[in-house]
């Protein structure tokens, strides 16, 4: 009678890796971060959990935890587990796991778990070359990637598997691997006598973009790299983190003053159509670690807010800087919000947009209100109680337009619209008051 084949444990930590390394997580419990995919009742942590997974992409930047989640996998599953790097492999690579999978499918009944690192970086060839082995189910992959999977993997591949997208982590985040790397005696710092700031936590948590490996590899640096002081302790101050991340703290706390003040000033600046103030402003909550979604979140806002009809192509500036801040992320997306940065600042500008402000108050206001017969929806009750009676079709006059009432009897002649007088809204005021002032159909 045949045996099953033993499965190879994942390579354990020899502690002569980085920090980082070490101290990957070797289970779900440890692991920290993206709670919106692996957390409690979420469907990948019960495929994982029941060692009953299928193919998926994990997509995400740097030191997000892509291949922590492959090793999670390895640990757990009873499925034989081995992985390609597609920077050094090639077809020939592939053929050879995938025979390898067929004969251990064949004689002991045993799934493969293919790991594949980078798998943006395989040519179509080599994606195509792997295609019909995720179809038929010779190998289970879980292809890893930096790089937007639904431009750089090819249709087939990615229909056959679960996109996950992994968010950069947060500094809480950040700060809670650091201190079990400080705590861990093992696997961590926890042999070395230190004295660690929340200070300097907190700056290179600040400045490690939701970067793990960034985070942790920098605190081992100060943490090896400084000497001992007189009471025997290594001291990690904010001077020593500075030097650690080879950047200088700003005056800036994300959650205080500085914080507030900045973003103001670079709204103020955007308001006031000064672009070199715009660019600078935007340049330190970048250089400080801000999140770019806030900022980008902001110039959204912006672009109805403040520039509004004055440039129709304000907005979608600002959600297309969004976007792309998605797709591409730091530090190439600086492009794309200086982009964005510059636009807003140079358009003319209009604050008419919050004229609907001033219609929320009459809503609040009037209560309850009747919408006006002719208004109302014919479908349902037009023949029985005359919804929609008297109602006049627009594009059935000349113009596609006429002149008839549209807001509830209480609030006839109420202006909520102001245009302003610059830009595109320019035009939009002089065809606006030419409506207004037209009479009723019928009148002279």
Not at 27 to 40: F, K
Not at 166 to 174: A, I, N, S
């Amino acid at each position: 009678m045949q045996t099953r084949m033993f499965r190879p444990a994942p390579p354990q930590p020899t502690g002569r890796e980085p920090l980082a390394a070490r101290m990957r997580p070797r289970s779900l419990d440890e692991y920290v971060g993206q709670e919106e995919i692996i957390g409690p009742g979420r469907i990948l942590r019960q495929a994982i959990e029941s060692d009953r997974l299928s193919s998926i992409i994990l997509w995400g930047p740097p030191g997000v935890g892509k291949t922590t989640l492959a090793v999670i996998i390895a640990n757990a599953t009873q499925s034989h587990f081995t992985s390609l790097s597609a920077v050094t492999s090639g077809v020939a690579d592939i053929r050879r796991v995938v025979q390898e999978a067929k004969r251990r499918l064949e004689t002991y009944g045993e799934r493969t778990i293919l790991l594949v690192d980078e798998i943006h970086r395989f040519n179509k060839a080599q994606q195509d070359a792997l295609l019909p082995h995720v179809e038929d189910g010779t190998v289970v992959l879980i292809g890893a990637t930096t790089e937007n999977p639904y431009f750089e993997v090819i249709g087939p591949l990615v229909s056959r598997s679960r996109v996950f997208q992994l968010q950069p982590l947060t500094e809480d985040d950040l700060i809670s691997l650091m201190r079990r790397a400080l705590a861990d005696a093992e696997h961590g710092l926890g042999r070395i006598p230190l004295d660690v700031s929340d200070d300097a936590l907190a700056h290179i948590a600040r400045l490690a973009g939701g970067d793990a490996r960034v985070a942790l590899n920098a605190l081992e640096s100060a943490a090896t790299a400084t000497p001992a002081g007189r009471a025997g302790k290594v001291v990690i101050d904010l001077a020593v983190a500075e030097q650690a991340m080879q950047r200088r703290a700003l005056l800036y706390d994300k959650d205080g003053d500085a914080h507030y003040d900045t973003i103001s000033a670079f709204i103020k600046s955007m308001r006031g159509s000064d672009p070199d103030a715009a660019l600078y402003w935007l340049a330190k909550m970048i250089y400080a670690g801000e999140d770019p979604r806030f900022i980008v979140r902001r110039m959204i806002i912006f672009a109805s807010e403040d520039v509004g009809l004055a440039d129709p192509q304000a907005l979608q500036i600002a959600v297309a800087a969004a976007r792309a801040l998605e797709w591409v992320g730091l530090p190439e997306a600086q492009y794309t919000l200086a982009h964005a940065a510059l636009y807003l600042a140079t358009a003319p500008k209009s604050n008419s947009a919050g004229g609907y402000w001033t219609a929320l108050a009459d809503v609040e206001r009037e209560g309850k209100v009747q919408v006006p017969r002719h208004l109302q929806d014919a479908s349902r009750d037009g023949a029985a109680l005359g919804h929609g009676e008297g109602y006049q079709y627009p594009h059935s006059f000349e113009g596609h337009w006429v002149k008839q009432q549209y807001l509830p009897d209480a609030l006839q002649g109420r202006q909520y619209y102001e245009p302003g007088s610059l830009g595109a809204e320019a035009e939009v005021a002089e065809r606006l008051r030419r409506l207004r002032e037209e009479p009723p159909a019928g009148e002279d």
